[in-house]
Structures are given as C-alpha cells and as structure tokens.
C-alpha cells in the first residue's frame, strides 16, 4: 500500500543509521514492528498481579496418562 508521510528528516536519518539501514522503507518498517512489539509487551505487563498464580499446580502431572 503506497502511503505518502512527511517525516522530519533529521529524524528518519538519525534513525537509518542507528539501525543500519539502507532506505528509509526499511527504517519505517522496524519502527513500526518495534512500536507494535512494546505495545503488545506493554499489555502483557499490565496482566502482573492481575492473573491467579497457584504455586502448588504442576503442569508435568496434567501431561500423565496415567
């Protein structure tokens, strides 16, 4: 999908080179995989506390057939 963004071009720049990149389609690209990574990361976090943690089960005796 073509997409037509004005990004500052210091910071495009600064940010192909601190990731080595060779275009700015590249560049693009990892920022946004990364924002998307730290906002599923950032949900998951929330969760601490949030979810029951019973110390005593044991997944290995779940996985017995006998």
């Not at 999908?1 to 560049?27: P, S, Y």
């Not at 990361?41 to 969760?47: F, G, S, V």
């Amino acid at each position: 999908m073509a997409t037509n963004l004005a990004i500052d071009d210091r910071l495009i720049e600064e940010a192909r080179k601190a990731g080595g990149h060779r275009t700015k389609k590249a560049t693009v690209t990892e920022a946004l995989e990364e924002y998307i990574r730290r906002r599923k990361q950032t949900k998951i976090l929330n969760l601490f506390g949030k979810v029951d943690f019973d110390p005593d089960y044991d997944h290995k005796q779940q996985r017995s057939r006998t």
